[in-house]
């Protein structure tokens, strides 16, 4: 998190000389100039450390509060007396100072003492925000006995160490965030904090202020300064989720952060810097978005330094069963049953089924598969009934094919090349059979093949599939 020192320091030489210490640190200093209710405006900026001359803190303080999650409740507020009198500390003490700082120090004496109360409140702030531990996931976490996950999660980890921006793409469900967290923990700034934000989740007028922070009069209701995503994950990473759902004109400013690496308050006349790795995400096709103008290019190319797209569960059928018996063991404790495996006929309706929710869907599938178990094993009748129709013969009919119909072409081939090739064939000739009998209907194609419509789309793409080559024609 990025601290903040507010200065409510009417004497001018000073105000200057505190500024110029602060300078050394790493610190946002606000000033609040003038004498009129110096202290009234000083409390009304926020901040972590409130720094006031004797005559803003005359007569007692009142003690500003802030209901902001993830903050001690109020700042550290420090009075600046020119008395060296303990009897005169001990009065701004009671007033309800938290500090007192004699204002004829020396330089180096006084900057240290500036570095010790913000050490001091930098340790408050971190006990606030750890409040309420998670469990820290890792990269050990993500199950990869799949070749196409393998692939996948040996990318990820030369990205780790790295500061660059990153983009991860993939379906709902398949863990994105997830994957963030455990990039950020295992990376440089795993000591610093990890901020999340979902751009699709916040209307357009409080995103800005979420992600920015606001000064005090801002708009309607803001009656305190507030800081912003960018502030608190200062030092760490910031996660965008959702990033595609951005206003347009939000764009623009995140565009500046990622350029510049500077903030800018709403309402503030001049911006900060901020020292942040920015990792976003996004379910829909953003090159897509760029082509259509709904995404700023710049924006794109800025945040996908690196694009790291998390494969679905369904192209990633070898890690079911690993997975299937890893959420197993995380549920037990948690719903309090006393179910420990799957049976293989499970675990092979597991396998077929199509995941359009990913693993996210998965979860949930054991967790309510644990939940009306009867036994030590989870059977196919614990789960819905479209998983368990996967589990029949008649559903998934296996393929004629062996050792003695091989063609002698496929021997000379690498056996990975192999595989990606006859899935590729046979996934083009699936949908084909299965847009034929639909008529070319996307919705209830989709359903039948348990995947979402936009992945059907880009599938149809990839296969030189449309459509209108299934529609029925008029005389049909």
């Not at 863990?175 to 916040?202: D, M, Q, S, T």
């Not at 009867?374 to 050792?403: H, N, Q």
């Amino acid at each position: 998190m990025l601290l903040r020192v507010v200065l409510a320091v009417a004497d001018e030489e000073l105000r200057k000389r505190l500024r110029t210490l602060l300078r050394t640190m790493d610190v946002v200093t606000d000033v609040v100039k003038g004498k009129a209710d110096l202290w009234q405006r000083a409390a009304a900026k926020g901040g972590d450390l409130l720094i006031a001359d004797e005559p803003a803190v005359a007569g007692g303080v009142e003690r500003p509060v802030t209901d902001a999650p993830g903050e001690p409740r109020s700042p550290t507020i420090v009075a600046i007396s020119g008395s060296i009198s303990p009897a005169r500390h001990t009065e701004l003490i009671e007033s309800g100072c938290d500090a007192v700082l004699y204002a004829e120090l020396p330089d180096e004496r006084l900057a240290g003492a500036l570095r010790a109360l913000l050490a001091k409140r930098e340790e408050l702030v971190k006990a606030a925000m750890v409040r309420k531990p998670l469990a820290t996931p890792c990269l050990a976490d993500f199950v990869s006995e799949s070749p196409t996950m393998r692939e996948f999660m040996e990318l990820v980890r030369r990205v780790v160490h790295s500061d660059a921006s990153l983009l991860i793409l993939g379906e709902t469900g398949v863990g994105k965030e997830r994957l963030a967290r455990a990039i950020h923990a295992e990376g440089a700034r795993a000591e610093g904090p990890f901020v999340a934000v979902n751009c699709g989740a916040l209307p357009e007028a409080l995103l800005e202020s979420e992600l920015f922070g606001h000064e005090e009069g801002a708009f309607t209701g803001a009656t305190r300064a507030r800081r912003g995503a960018f502030e608190l994950a200062h030092g760490g990473t910031i996660f965008l989720d959702e990033i595609g759902d951005t206003p347009v004109h939000l764009q623009v400013k995140l565009l500046r952060v990622l350029q510049d690496h500077e903030v800018q308050r709403v309402g503030a006349e001049t911006p900060f810097q901020v020292d942040v790795r920015v990792v976003a995400a996004s379910n829909r096709d953003l090159a897509a978005d760029v082509e259509a103008r709904r995404f700023r290019q710049d924006l794109y190319y800025r945040l996908s330094v690196v694009t790291l797209t998390v494969p679905p569960l369904r192209d990633r059928r070898e890690d079911i069963p690993a997975l299937a018996r890893s959420y197993v063991g995380y549920h037990r404790p948690r719903i309090g049953r006393e179910v420990y495996g799957i049976t293989p006929q499970a675990v092979d309706a597991l396998c077929r089924y199509g995941w359009p929710g990913n693993v996210r869907e998965l979860i949930n599938v054991i967790e309510r598969a644990m939940l009306l178990c009867k036994g030590r094993e989870i059977t196919p009748e614990d789960f819905p009934a479209m998983i368990r129709a996967c589990g029949s013969a008649a559903a998934a009919p296996a393929l004629a094919v062996r050792p003695e119909n091989i063609p002698p072409q496929w021997l000379d081939r690498p056996l990975r090349e192999l595989r990606e090739a006859v899935l590729a064939d046979l996934e083009k000739a699936y949908l084909a059979a299965l847009l034929k009998q639909t008529g070319g209907r996307i919705g209830q194609t989709a359903r039948r093949a348990g995947i979402q419509p936009r992945s059907l789309y880009a599938k149809m793409r990839q296969h030189g599939l449309t459509k209108e080559q299934f529609k029925p024609s008029a005389g049909e």
